[in-house]
């Protein structure tokens, strides 16, 4: 039996009236048991929003799409597919002699069934040729393929694991729902997440059903990451414990959550795991599926942005002296705080955005971290949407750190890049602070007793990760954020005499 697209069956669903459609209801409620039973109650948009649901979620199984598809060929879907296939044809003659697709006024056909045959031969035929040439390629588990989140920098899907599982509405009169999913990992699956790197995990994701259709049709639409506003997932009768709560005022402002944060994903090949979505006050219908994704932590990406997007002091001052020559705009002193806008503790690696006007940034650490949780993009300064691959390293913000101590909190800044304190004790040319560190500890016999102070050392070398700074150097690299105290020396120490604690008492003694 040749398997048609799932678009195609949505595309019959929707010239069905409304007997028709209720008369496909019963078939698949009586026939199909691995669809939910659906209602005949409803208007037309109701019964179609059913039938289609129902579609969907056959098309996850390639046996199911065939007992569906079954299922409605002698309802009229053969028929409806002959008189496609030749309004098609006649349609692609027509754009051959006049250059375009024919209108509802123009054909001889119903009006009210053509405009969408109309879209579909114009647009989608345009966009994806292989659909009409070759029927047997629009394989239903061509939608899981097709299906497409928004990217993030966090995570790359690399396959999804589940079936696609349909969340219906859950208005507030129906109270509390809950929907469930099975699934299985294979060996190759495991051996991913045991990956003593941990660069894999699995991912519950959500979206809206509106948002599933469009990734899944022609236009091939990202869809963002959205929940039911209010809901709890599980993982093996286990909670995630984790926020789903999006923006509903902005989509995709929620991260897929990690199935195994709390270690309760079963990592046996062939072993059944059950996720569970329980949800109230949803108004919008959801689709969700699990994904194995390819991890990218915050620190590998400021890691990143410190090796291939850092923008030099003297390409910063050259783009400032440049902005100060426009008579337009207003120019003097500014002050630049020293602190990020996010913690308001001391910027290590500072950084902002290419489409952002201001000079004062903010940390790359704390901004990628707060990100990875809560997905908003927004530049902490001036509150503008922003992208990962927007932002670099400003080394003019590097070669101020280094320069005044760890207690200054902002500078101010002229128009012309030069900068100063405001008590005049920094500036431009002060040179670079070196920051002192401790020495190692001395080695110490078996008899002696440890002391508090270490002994200080002439001849100490940084720890591991901390540059001496050169002043050869344009841009070295930033220094801590904490200051390492040294000890103060020793005096010398006095004779040994014997001397007895007071502060014994005598019953410790006894």
């Known amino acids: 039996m040749d398997l048609v697209p799932v678009t195609d069956v949505c595309e019959y669903i929707q010239t069905l009236k409304v007997a028709e459609l209720k008369e496909h209801i019963k078939e698949f409620n009586g026939r199909l048991p691995f669809c939910p039973h659906m209602r005949l109650s409803g208007n037309k948009n109701d019964l179609v929003q059913r039938l289609t649901e129902a579609v969907v979620m056959a098309c996850a199984n390639i046996q199911s799409y065939q007992e569906m598809l079954a299922v409605i060929r002698p309802l009229g879907f053969d028929e409806w597919c002959m008189d496609h296939v030749h309004l098609r044809r006649a349609m692609s003659r027509y754009r051959a002699c006049y250059g375009c697709a024919p209108t509802a006024d123009q054909g001889g056909h119903d009006s009210a069934a053509l405009p969408s045959v109309t879209m579909r031969s114009a647009a989608t035929d345009a966009a994806n040729p292989m659909t009409w040439t070759a029927p047997t390629q629009g394989l239903?588990?061509?939608?899981?393929?097709?299906?497409?989140?928004?990217?993030?920098?966090?995570?790359?899907?690399?396959?999804?694991?589940?079936?696609?599982?349909?969340?219906?509405?859950?208005?507030?009169?129906?109270?509390?729902?809950?929907?469930?999913?099975?699934?299985?990992?294979?060996?190759?699956?495991?051996?991913?997440?045991?990956?003593?790197?941990?660069?894999?995990?699995?991912?519950?994701?959500?979206?809206?059903?509106?948002?599933?259709?469009?990734?899944?049709?022609?236009?091939?639409?990202?869809?963002?990451?959205?929940?039911?506003?209010?809901?709890?997932?599980r993982i093996n009768d286990h909670s995630l414990n984790v926020n789903l709560r999006g923006n509903k005022k902005h989509a995709g402002r929620v991260s897929p959550p990690n199935l195994n944060r709390n270690g309760h994903l079963s990592m046996q090949p062939g072993k059944l795991n059950r996720v569970e979505l329980s949800y109230a006050n949803s108004p919008a219908r959801h689709t969700m599926v699990v994904a194995l994704c390819k991890i990218t932590t915050a620190e590998y990406l400021t890691e990143q942005l410190k090796l291939r997007r850092y923008r030099s002091k003297e390409a910063v001052m050259a783009m400032?002296?440049?902005?100060?020559?426009?008579?337009?705009?207003?120019?003097?002193?500014?002050?630049?705080?020293?602190?990020?806008?996010?913690?308001?503790?001391?910027?290590?690696?500072?950084?902002?955005?290419?489409?952002?006007?201001?000079?004062?940034?903010?940390?790359?650490?704390?901004?990628?971290?707060?990100?990875?949780?809560?997905?908003?993009?927004?530049?902490?300064?001036?509150?503008?949407?922003?992208?990962?691959?927007?932002?670099?390293?400003?080394?003019?913000?590097?070669?101020?750190?280094?320069?005044?101590?760890?207690?200054?909190?902002?500078?101010?800044?002229?128009?012309?890049?030069?900068?100063?304190?405001?008590?005049?004790?920094?500036?431009?040319?002060?040179?670079?602070?070196?920051?002192?560190?401790?020495?190692?500890?001395?080695?110490?016999?078996?008899?002696?007793?440890?002391?508090?102070?270490?002994?200080?050392?002439?001849?100490?070398?940084?720890?591991?990760?901390?540059?001496?700074?050169?002043?050869?150097?344009?841009?070295?690299?930033?220094?801590?954020?904490?200051?390492?105290?040294?000890?103060?020396?020793?005096?010398?120490?006095?004779?040994?005499?014997?001397?007895?604690?007071?502060?014994?008492?005598?019953?410790?003694?006894?």
């Open 140 to 233: 239903t588990p061509r939608s899981l393929k097709q299906l497409r989140f928004w990217s993030s920098p966090f995570y790359e899907v690399l396959e999804f694991v589940s079936s696609i599982v349909q969340v219906p509405e859950a208005p507030p009169s129906t109270g509390r729902r809950q929907v469930g999913m099975s699934f299985t990992l294979s060996q190759q699956q495991v051996d991913q997440l045991r990956d003593t790197q941990h660069l894999h995990q699995l991912r519950l994701f959500c979206t809206t059903f509106d948002h599933f259709m469009a990734s899944v049709s022609p236009s091939h639409q990202a869809a963002p990451v959205e929940f039911p506003f209010t809901c709890d997932a």
């Open 320 to 510: 400032m002296r440049e902005k100060a020559k426009d008579e337009d705009i207003e120019t003097g002193a500014s002050t630049l705080k020293l602190t990020c806008p996010l913690t308001y503790m001391r910027m290590s690696i500072p950084c902002r955005s290419n489409t952002c006007d201001h000079i004062q940034c903010f940390d790359a650490l704390s901004f990628y971290s707060m990100n990875e949780q809560s997905p908003q993009w927004q530049c902490p300064v001036c509150s503008k949407d922003i992208r990962s691959e927007d932002l670099h390293m400003d080394g003019y913000v590097e070669d101020i750190l280094r320069r005044v101590p760890a207690d200054c909190e902002a500078v101010l800044v002229e128009s012309d890049g030069t900068w100063h304190t405001a008590d005049d004790q920094y500036h431009t040319d002060s040179p670079f602070i070196k920051q002192p560190v401790s020495a190692p500890p001395l080695p110490m016999d078996d008899d002696d007793t440890p002391d508090n102070s270490p002994m200080p050392s002439t001849h100490a070398s940084p720890p591991h990760g901390f540059a001496q700074p050169k002043e050869e150097l344009a841009t070295p690299p930033v220094t801590p954020s904490i200051p390492i105290s040294v000890p103060p020396p020793e005096s010398e120490a006095p004779p040994p005499s014997h001397v007895i604690d007071l502060t014994l008492s005598s019953d410790e003694d006894m």
